[in-house]
Every structure is written in C-alpha cells, then in structure tokens.
C-alpha cells in the first residue's frame, strides 16, 4: 500500500512537469482547454423492454427527457438512454467520465451531428463489469470516454445502460484531458490512503485482541475488512484484479460483501455495546438484524441480489439510524469511551443514511454522497479504534489499581492468616487428643463387646449343649406314634439352635468390627459358601428361604474369606425375611429367594424379597452406619446389617448393586471377580 501510493506521488509530480514545462508552453494544448459544459444539455429515456437499439432511439428525439448530471433511477431493470448534445465554441479535448463503474452493460456512442445521421456514423465505446475491458477505455477503474471538439460543431453523445444487479445510479463529468489525469491521480492517492487505513485498522484491532481476548475485537477487525472489501467492488478494483475474465464475478463480489459486511458490522455493535447485557429485545433487533446479512450472502451467491438488495438496503438504513440512537441513548454509561462510541456510529449512522438514500434513488441527493458511508466508516473506525484504546488503557489502569489493592489485602490476609494458622493449630492439637481419646474409649468398647459376647457364647454353649442333648434323649423315649410331643421335642431343638446361631452372628458381628475387620482369603467355591450361608439363615429364620443355583455358575471359583462371606449372605437373607414378613401382596409373597448366577468374569450372588422396599431417596443412604429408611422403622434394627455387608464386599473387592421399588420388593447383588483353579 506504501508503495502504491509513492507511485501514485510519483506520477503525480511528473504530469505537473509536463505540464509547466517550456515546451508545452509554446504551442496550445486543446487537452488543457475547456470543453463545453454539459449542464442542461442531458435527457433520459427509459427502455422498459430494454429492445431499444440506436437506430430507434435516434428517431425519439422527442420521447427524451431533461435529466440532471447526477440521476438515480433506483433498482430497476428498465434500459436507460442518454442524450448528451454539446456544442463547442473552441477546438478542445475532453474525457466524458460515467459513474459508478459497476453497471452490467454500458455502451457510449459518439458522433459530430449533422442532417440525416445513422447508427453508422457513431463511434462505439462498449464498457461494463460484464464485459471485457475495452481497448478503447483510459482504465478499467473508471468507464470514461475520450472527446474531441472542433469550434462551431456540435458533438452528439448516446449512452445505452443495462443494469441488472444493483441500483441504476449515473453520474456525469466531462472534464480537461489534464485535469482529468490528475483528479484520477488524486482520488488514486485518496483509495490508497483510505484502504491502506482500513487495512491498518483493523491490524490494530486484532493486535488489541493479542492483550484483550474480548469477541468485540475480532468483530470489529472483521466489519472493517467488510467494508473494505465492498468498496473494493464498488471501486473497480475486484474486476480489474479478481474477476477479468468473470463477467459476472464482480456483481456477487459486492453483493456477498455487502451482505456479510452487514452481519459483521452489527454483530461488532451488538458487542460493543453489549446489547445482551442491556437488554433481551435489544438484542433480539440485532440478531435479527444479523439474520438477514446471512440470507443475502447465498442469495447473491445465486444471484439474487437484484430481488435482495432493496431488503437488505433497507435493513441497512433502518440499522444504521437505530444503532445511532441505541448509541446516544448509552453514551453516558462508559464515560469517554462511551462518548466516542456515540459519535462514531452517529457518524456512519448519517454516512449510511445518506448511501443507502442515494441506492435507493433519492435524487435530491448529489452524487458523492455515494461515498459517504465509506468515508464515514474510516473516521467510525479511527473512533471506535480511539474508544477500544482507551476502554483498553482503563482495563490497564484499573487493574495496576486492582493489583496494587490485591497485594496491600493480601499483605493483611497473610497476617490474618498466620494468626488463624496458629489458633487453629491450637484447636487442631487439642481436637486430636480428643479424638485419640475416644479412638481408645471406641477401641476399648469394641474389646469388651468382643469379650462380652465371647463370654455369652461360651457360657451359652454347654447350658445349651445340655439342653439339645436332653432334649434328644426326650425324643428317643417317646414313641412314633407320640407326634403331637414330637414336633413340641422339634421346635425345641430348632429353638436352641437358632439361639446358638444368634450368638454366633453377633459375636462374628462383634468380631467384623472396627481394627479386627481383616479378611483371611484363599480360593473357595461360591456354591459351597453360599449353601453353608443358607444353613446358617433356615436355623436362625425358619425354612422360608429358596435357593437356585444356575448351572454355569455350579463349582465357580471365587478368592474370599469363607466366614466373613457367610456373614454377608446371611445379613442380606435376614434383612430380606425382616422386612417382607406380613406382607401379603400376592401367595408367598414372603418368601425370599437366595440365586448365583455367572456373568463373563464374575459370580453374581443375588438375595431377592417381595418386602415394603426401599424409598428412591434412602437407596444411596442405607449402606451408610446406622442408616434406616422412613419405611422401616416399624421393625427392629440397628441400621449395621447392609452398612457391614458393604464392608465385607469392599474388603473382597467386589460391586454391591441394590435396586428396590416401594411396595414391590428389593434385589441385592454381591458381585465378586470369579477366579481361577489355579
């Protein structure tokens, strides 16, 4: 860009020594004397069927109308036809200039007037962004013409314009052949400055997102380069340079820009305004707005954008003036910045305002004012770029303000903390001699529980022994026919040894507690484990316990400790008998159901009720100690049977599954690796 416009300076210099140099100074220069003026010598006609060729229009002298230098016809698909008549006073030469340069078809027709004149006569200049560039063209950045007048003739100039892609906007200028060279020269210089700015800006937007990682950086670097983008089609410089052999490539360039740069450039407002944190339908307005950049870009992909650039225009215009007043409305909330916010969308609010009035054909409005969005967009991001700046120093300044405050707290927080530090090493030793205390007073308890029930056990054993063994001799002497004492003799001795086996359970309870929970393994079959568990539960519950077995899982392996194991099994089988007796929802609805089952790589032992079941919320609750649900207080209990039994499955590195439904009945699974014969 640098380098474009030295060049650019360069030529400039150089026409201006041509120019003042002795040797033009001698002689006249027609390219350096005025042509005539091309002001109210310019009617239009409309072709509405665009069939119109030269040899018709020139017998409708009649059917033109005076038209402006400037004129906007709108989006429209008519044909249109100039009629310029100029008459020279003076020998001269002259560039008719016709802007913009994007129209499909343009064709200038050049001729001396004279009686009786045919199309023959003219000369032809066929230009436009569907067409090759023309030989006969000064460039292909600018359709223009070149003219030569002699002194009492009349020069007599048609202009045929087909356009179908965008509004049908013309503007007139017949200048010095000099003095053209050098406004193209300037505005050359003026292209370069303004695209090389934008350029520029938006590498500082991205190089501002470097240190700030706020979306509204990358937005606004993306709206910037739209813009860009879009007056590069407008300009020429995309059909010189992208879209040559294209006809129509230059036409979907500047819709597809327009309609994503339109998108961009409400997002990046949508950002920097924050409109999702000022409110919800403020933000909706937005996005909608956004919404309808995205359907143009495939709509001018497909070439569409004749049907969608009046929508898409008039949704520009109405965004334009509203971020304008959106803007102002909260200029006063961010302080400078906002302020500097408020005046560069006010800017392009106008700039846009006055663009898109003049696309869609308000011909008060002069010509230029086609560049006044493009201008006013370079000045809105300086400002906005300024705004982000400062937004971006203040982040800076806050947060030294904030780090120095940080480190004065911090300074006092570790003083604070030190002190804290100390109390609560206090409070910690004396929690721990406390602790240490009831560890001795817990360890002590559960010694003399073990004792205690060691005790009862032993001293049970032979009052009880004596008991079983009389209670035999009893039934030896009585005779066969005798059942009624029989069965009394049979309920004793299901008595005693369901007394024997409550004093076994609890004094193997008693034992499973605390620092003497240590499991002795070694390989055993899990049917022979679960069978001596079942023998167990019938003496201490009664016969109402069913026990399957399926083949896979007959003679399976499994590394535990047999003892503890039987603990286990028999815990589930007494909870399951606890809580399903009485319950009659269906015949033997309590019996309960012992199975071992094999999965690939496992021994699954299962204990299956038709119980009250456990409430939705206690099922993550009743392996905790001394946990019982709301439903099952109504039996005895101390909350310890499943609490041990997850002990026991934890310590076998084994998977206790439960799942239960209110009413219905509860299934437990104790799920162990099977393991090897080896």
Sequence with gaps: MIRAVIDSLVALLIGFFLVVSPAGADAIDE???????????????RDPERALDLSQVLGMTEAFKPARLSENFGYTKDGVWLRIVLPAIQDARGVLVIQPNFMDYLDVYVAPERDGMTAADFEIFSMGDHRSLSDKGFSGLIDAVPLKFVAGETTVVYVNI?????????????????????????YLLIYGAWAGGMIALALVQLFFYYFDRQIRYPLLALSTISIAAMYVGNLGFSRVFLFSGWNEGNDIFI????????????LAASAIIETKAKSALLHRVYMAAMTVGIIGVPVALAGGNFAFAPIGTSVSFVMALFNMAVVIRYAGQDGTAGQLRAVAYSLTGIGAALTMMQKLGVNWLPFYTLHAYGAASLLQAIILTGALAMRLRDSEALNKSMQATALFTA????????????????????????????LRAEL??????????????????????????????????????????????KRVRRAVARLVEVVEINLSRSQYQGNTFQPVMAVVEVQSVAEAALRRAEDLLGNQICFECDPQAVGALIEADSEMLELAIVNLLENAMKYSSGIAMAEN????????????????????DNGIGI???????VMENGYRGENARHAEGSGLGLYMVSQIVEAHAGELQIESALGVGTQVRIRLAQASPA
């Design 615 to 621: 409430p939705p919320d206690a099922i993550n609750w």
């Design 411 to 438: 300074l006092n927080a570790e003083k604070r903390a030190a002190r804290i530090v100390e109390e609560r090493t206090e409070e910690l030793v004396r929690a721990r001699h406390v602790a240490e205390d009831r």
């Design 255 to 266: 819709g597809v820009n327009a309609w994503w740069g339109l998108a961009a450039s409400v």
């Design 162 to 186: 087909r356009n179908g892609n965008s509004s049908t906007q013309v503007s007139l200028g017949l200048f010095q052949t000099d003095a053209f060279v050098y406004r193209r020269l300037a």
């Design 444 to 489: 002590e308890s559960q010694s003399r529980q073990i004792q205690f029930f060691e005790a009862v056990s032993h001293q049970y054993r032979t009052p009880l022994a004596v008991i079983r063994s009389n209670v035999d001799s009893i039934g030896l002497t009585l005779p066969a026919a005798d059942t009624k004492n029989q069965d009394r003799i």
């Design 589 to 608: 609805s309590d019996r309960v159901l012992l199975r071992l089952a094999q999965e690939p790589g496992f021994v699954v032992i299962e204990v299956v």
């Design 31 to 45: 390219s350096r004397l005025d042509p005539p003026s091309l002001s109210g010598r310019v009617s239009a006609l």
